[in-house]
């Protein structure tokens, strides 16, 4: 049985005290998920702070299992950190202002939604336990607990909670498809304001994941030469990548 603690904070040196055979196999890696919900699903700051942080966060716990997140029962749903104006300026507020009135409700479009499932492709291409908070999976909206616990919503959703549904089904399936995405070595490729492209190799696979969490489409570099399969469509050749790339869309994630 594994036991994985759960310390609402941003101290690493204190999460890491815990993860030792006598005591905890892992944590909750909230340091990780705030800076995820900072640069990328928030757009603050730059791409460039949060590749220097995973770098330095890469093996932090050494051969503890981390289990990242990006919602989780603590925090407020993280659809509203997506919204174009989050409802919240910082990813470490805790929503105790739309807890019980004034509560958000689902955004409309679906510019949100595809910044969260930004989030998603780097959460199910990163080792760990990774963890889904129910709900999530479909931009399930509510603030600080306990309004970040409503009941499930089965049905009914929008083109936004559809878009996320069905990203998050092919990237499970990728993850469960591809050792590398769940056991891998992580290496940067490239990196800029607004993108970030990197690999994860393991298991003799290697699989090539590109962020851009910019509104415009972008140019991404740093990938190889030679012909790529797009695990979450259609395959491309060396020179149509970088066009399929540059298409208007917040992310593409391919192997």
């Not at 716990?61 to 509203?80: A, C, E, K, L």
């Not at 958000?104 to 910044?115: I, N, V, W, Y």
């Not at 909206?141 to 998050?168: C, I, K, T």
């Amino acid at each position: 049985v594994d036991l994985v603690g759960e310390p609402y904070t941003g101290d690493r040196d204190l999460i890491k005290y815990y993860v030792k055979p006598e005591m905890l196999d892992g944590q909750f890696d909230f340091p990780w998920r705030m800076k995820v919900a900072e640069n990328l699903i928030m757009r603050q700051g730059s791409m460039k702070d949060l590749e220097s942080f995973m770098n330095s966060n890469d093996g932090y716990y050494g051969t503890g299992v981390m289990s990242p997140f990006i919602g989780n029962h603590d925090i407020p749903r993280v659809i509203h950190l997506a919204e174009d104006t989050p409802v919240w300026a910082s990813p470490w507020d805790g929503g105790k202002d739309k807890a019980w009135a004034g509560t958000p409700t689902l955004p409309g479009g679906t510019s949100a939604f595809e910044r969260v499932t930004l989030g998603f492709t780097l959460l199910l291409t990163t080792p760990g336990a990774s963890l889904i908070y129910y709900g999530d999976e479909v931009g399930l909206p509510g603030g600080g607990d306990p309004d970040n616990r409503r009941f499930m919503q089965w049905s009914g959703y929008s083109a936004g909670q559809q878009l996320v549904l069905d990203r998050v089904k092919k990237l499970t399936a990728i993850r469960a498809a591809h050792e590398a995405t769940r056991r891998g070595t992580r290496s940067t490729l490239s990196v800029t304001d607004d993108t970030m492209a990197y690999s994860m190799s393991g298991g003799g696979d290697t699989v090539y994941v590109v962020l851009n969490r910019s509104d415009a489409a972008q140019s991404v570099g740093g990938l190889p030469a030679g012909s790529l399969s797009d695990e979450l469509g259609r395959r491309v050749g060396p020179h149509v990548l970088q066009a399929h790339l540059a298409e208007p869309g917040p992310e593409r994630a391919v192997a």
